[in-house]
């Protein structure tokens, strides 16, 4: 199979699996794990404009690989077999606000989407990289965001509520428009990101 369609196939199963054993009470976060899993149900067709990218995070991410626990689906195979395609990115609405070791730190990268290398108009399914000390300021962003942790330890706020510490098996929903931070204090993190509703506009700095 290839491989982009081989990782499309994984999410949609790891999200199926989600979807059947929790009991979250909120009518977001229910929409957006099924319009992501109504969406990863369609063939997509392949983005051939879509290239290869570097960020300086990048650094990290075969430790990241090799630190995902084997439960998770395949997921460490996948992404090996896919990382000499990714199309690694940094948010233009940080530039000039966020600091210079934020972007030595910091990327993520759209795998399907709009501009994924698989192509679909209404979710992004991508991954975030984070280095092994970095603090991801405070952002927000109109569509639905839900975050399955894959590898490492890292911390995660909402509102202004205490950080919490976040591991593999661990999931994270952003409703619209709520702020969030991160922060790693040791070992980089590897986590599955997708959004849905309004996906146009990047997150912005609050
Ligand atoms: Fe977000």
Not at 34 to 41: A, R
Not at 87 to 113: A, C, P
Request: with cysteine; charged share 20%; hydrophobic share 35%.
């Amino acid at each position: 199979m290839d491989n982009a369609v081989n990782f499309k196939t994984l999410v949609n199963k790891f999200y199926k699996n989600i979807v059947s054993s929790n009991e979250v009470d909120n009518s977001n976060y229910h929409s957006h794990l099924n319009e992501v899993i109504k969406s990863l149900s369609n063939d997509l067709e392949k983005n051939l404009n879509y290239i290869y990218s570097y960020q300086p995070v990048c650094r990290f991410l075969d430790s990241c690989i090799n630190n995902i626990p084997e439960e998770f689906y395949g997921f460490e195979n996948s992404i090996r077999n896919i990382k000499t395609q990714l199309n690694w990115q940094i948010n233009n609405n940080y530039k000039k606000i966020f600091s210079k070791d934020f972007f030595y730190n910091e990327s993520f990268v759209e795998i399907i989407g709009p501009n994924g290398l698989l192509i679909s108009p209404n979710i992004r399914v991508g991954l975030l990289l984070l280095g092994e000390k970095v603090f991801y300021p405070s952002h927000n962003h109109k569509a639905l965001e839900f975050y399955s942790i894959l590898s490492g330890k890292s911390m995660w706020q909402q509102n202004n509520d205490s950080f919490e510490q976040k591991e593999p098996g661990d999931n994270i929903f952003h409703d619209m428009w709520v702020p969030h931070a991160m922060e790693t204090t040791g070992e980089p993190a590897l986590a599955l990101f997708s959004w849905s509703g309004d996906i146009t506009d990047e997150a912005v700095p609050i």
